[in-house]
């Protein structure tokens, strides 16, 4: 039997994470299960943005770019990610979207491995990944995308034809964590280049990828930084003075305010950025990396694996009845933190119970998903949750006609 209410309060009594849930700004009476798509804001981005706005670009104008920084964000803020993702200083560039890390980290990769023609990729990964290498392979020319299925599928798909393999850690419908450090090491004996895609993995559990060759991730799930907030690329120091990609942009130039006519590559990890940085959104990321610094990775692991397994617990026990089936591992060690369950009717389900103050999401065709964000979910949280997601299904609350229209962002 799961545990009960009563023993989920403990729990949280005794968690030594629950000091950082007063960091960050949560409305009452909301259960928020979606930090794996938007994590909730830090409670000082709002006053990092006022800064940035009033004291900086209202008080310096042009003159903060080089008084506060914003240069340099690109590269400051990569070091501030860096340690969550196991690299090290003037590896990580941040900037742009995870879309546009990913055309950066391909070509590149392409081009390290001219004669190779081959770009391996799994169509079930986030549609970004597969739509970004479709448009490479089309304007690069003579490239093909040869799928795989998942990571059992991969030996086979490799040959001295493969340039690089692009893979998510953690597929994002159904939270399945990967081996990065077995299949980094199979892709690199063929000859290939590994890119991993981080989105939902950063800031879950410790991630590691030294032995990889580029990795892209976003900065606004579990890492708190905001809507739109800029994502990151991670390029191995063995690549840097070679890598070359297909964006060649001004702030990645050698010497920028030289105003040089042609392109010329700047040194080391500066040479994956592209243009101006978005200084405002820079703001709450970094008010966010403030938290982060002070934050135990093995102990925001551990409790994921707690979360995560008591929820199924406690679905399983409570919505037995009710046509749910478990999409996630059952084995917490090839699992993020995320959980997801299968319905019918999986989206009015949803909806139906977001209206009841507990926030997940669906994914198409019938997956709702939960996320959990350790530093400020709860195990009564998780409890409640089940609670409430058994009573829309026992009350049939999700037939409302309300629900079954669909929004635009699901």
């Known amino acids: 039997m799961a545990l009960s209410r009563a023993e989920c309060v403990a729990l949280d009594a005794a968690d030594p994470l629950s000091r950082f849930r007063d960091e960050f700004v949560l409305p009452d009476g909301t259960i928020y299960l979606v930090g794996n798509s938007l994590g909730a804001p830090p409670r000082a981005a709002a006053a990092a943005v006022a800064r940035t706005v009033e004291q900086e670009w209202g008080g310096r104008l042009v003159g903060a770019w080089n008084t506060s920084g914003w240069f340099d964000l690109p590269l400051t803020t990569g070091d501030r990610i860096a340690p969550l993702i196991g690299a090290g200083p003037g590896q990580v560039a941040v900037g742009d979207s995870t879309s546009i890390a990913i055309v950066k980290t391909v070509s590149a990769a392409l081009g390290l491995r001219p004669g190779r023609r081959v770009i391996v990729s799994n169509p079930a990964d986030f549609p970004t990944d597969r739509y970004v290498v479709e448009g490479l392979a089309g304007a690069l020319g003579g490239y093909e995308i040869r799928d795989v299925s998942g990571p059992d599928a991969l030996p086979a798909a490799l040959s001295d034809e493969v340039a690089c393999v692009l893979l998510s850690e953690v597929d994002y419908r159904t939270g399945a964590r990967h081996d990065t450090e077995a299949i980094t090491a199979l892709v690199q004996e063929s000859g290939a280049l590994m890119i991993w895609d981080l989105c939902h993995s950063v800031g879950a559990y410790q991630v590691d990828v030294s032995a990889a060759d580029f990795a892209v991730g976003c900065t606004y799930k579990y890492l708190n930084g905001g809507p739109g907030a800029p994502a990151f690329v991670y390029v191995s120091p063995r690549h840097q003075d070679e ?150 299904l026992e009350k049939e609350h999700w037939r409302d006609d309300r629900y079954g229209r669909r929004l635009a962002v699901t």
């Open 243 to 392: 890598a070359r990609h297909l964006l060649t942009g001004w702030h990645g130039h050698a010497a920028p305010f030289a105003f040089e006519p042609g392109f010329r590559p700047a040194d080391g990890i500066r040479r994956f950025t592209v243009s101006t940085p978005p200084v405002m959104s820079f703001a709450p990321l970094n008010a966010s990396l403030d938290i982060w610094e002070h934050v135990d990775l093995a102990a925001v692991r551990a409790k994921s694996v707690a979360l995560t397994s008591l929820f199924i617990e406690l679905v399983e026990e409570l919505c037995a009845p009710y046509g749910l089936w478990l999409v996630s591992p059952r084995d917490p060690e090839r699992r993020g933190s995320q959980v997801s369950f299968g319905h019918p009717d999986g989206y009015p389900v949803m909806r139906a119970l977001i209206d009841r103050g507990v926030h997940g999401d669906f994914r198409a065709p019938d997956v709702l998903r939960f996320g959990f964000a350790p530093l400020y979910i709860r195990f009564a949280d998780v409890h409640d949750a089940a609670a409430l997601l058994a009573e829309v």
